[in-house]
């Protein structure tokens, strides 16, 4: 199993704007070291996310890179992510380049076009002037699930939600659209797990969850922190030292902060790179979420 020596993790946003403030990313090292924030001076925008990795594929970087998306849409299920058109794409890369093309004119590699299309809205839960819209194929209470997600469930790792749930401060689908994009212009520079195999150097991208970070930080009630000393606490659940205390806390912050200690831990554990259920179809299509046993 290989080691990395620097870790790294995204938590990400699917606001439509040039500089989402969900955006943020911890960088740290093998050992006990804290995480530290990375972030240019006016915030992040999606283009400078990309950039910033592309750096790293260029530089060779022997790190582990978590993103807070996720990396495809529910596939298994129905043999189709979108079952009922004759053009859905039939894998994630595939899945990846249709969103990024069919969204191409938007800017800060957004993804709502894709609810201008009946055929593809009718897919998903989402607002029109504040107003709440079923789509007609948008299946039960949560929406369609991933295999992954479904385990994460069961596991009672977190709550994870459907990505065709695009209503609500708990939805993921937003930002897992608009990473996909960022994922196909990536373009293979960095492998990405488990589409990819685990290169023998240089880094790698992982889809990741931070409540399951929490979860694993002791966190039994509200997954979110927002103050220094919860934190601290967090990280040294993790076999991690105190952070450098931030000017401003909110829970994009410490998200990747305490999702990269925990990801540092995690990479050890040979049992995670090798999930009872993910089978080589299951990869190409809906992927996996590291931490999901």
């Known amino acids: 199993m290989r080691r990395f020596g620097q870790f790294a993790c995204f938590d990400w946003s699917g606001q439509a704007v040039a500089r989402p403030k ?50 495809a849409l529910p596939f298994v299920d ?32 957004s993804a709502s ?7 593809l809205a009718q897919h998903f839960r989402y607002q029109v002037r504040r107003e709440t819209i079923t789509g007609t194929r948008f299946e039960g209470p949560l929406g369609r699930l991933r295999v992954t997600e479904q385990a994460c469930r069961t596991q009672k790792r977190g709550n994870a939600v459907s990505c065709f ?41 992982v889809e990741i969850y931070t409540g399951i970070a929490a979860r694993a930080a002791g966190l039994t009630g509200p997954t979110k922190l927002r103050d220094g000393n919860s934190l601290d606490e967090a990280l040294a659940s993790l076999g991690s030292a105190p952070h450098n205390r931030l000017l401003h806390y909110d829970d994009h912050s410490t998200d990747a902060i305490l999702a990269s ?20 179809p299951l990869a190409q299509t809906e992927g996996w979420t590291f931490g999901v046993a």
């Open 261 to 280: 200690a925990w990801l540092r831990r995690a990479a050890n554990d040979s049992a995670l790179w090798n999930p009872a259920r993910l089978s080589a």
């Open 165 to 205: 749930n695009l209503v609500g401060a708990a939805q993921v689908g937003k930002s897992s659209l608009t990473g996909m994009r960022i994922l196909h212009r990536l373009g293979g520079a960095i492998p990405i797990w488990p589409y990819d195999a685990i290169p023998e150097q240089g880094p790698m991208l």
């Open 78 to 109: 129905h043999g189709s992510y979108f079952p009922g058109w004759g053009d859905s794409p039939g894998s994630a890369r595939a899945l990846w380049q249709w969103i990024d093309t069919f969204c191409a004119a938007e800017p800060h590699f």
């Open 22 to 71: 969900g955006i943020a990313l911890a960088v740290t090292e093998a050992g006990a070291k804290a995480p530290a924030l990375v972030a240019p001076v006016k915030g992040w925008s999606r283009g400078e996310a990309l950039h910033w990795l592309g750096d790293r594929a260029a530089e060779n970087a022997d790190m582990l890179i978590g993103f807070d998306f996720s990396a």
């Open 113 to 119: 076009t894709i609810l201008e299309q009946d055929f």
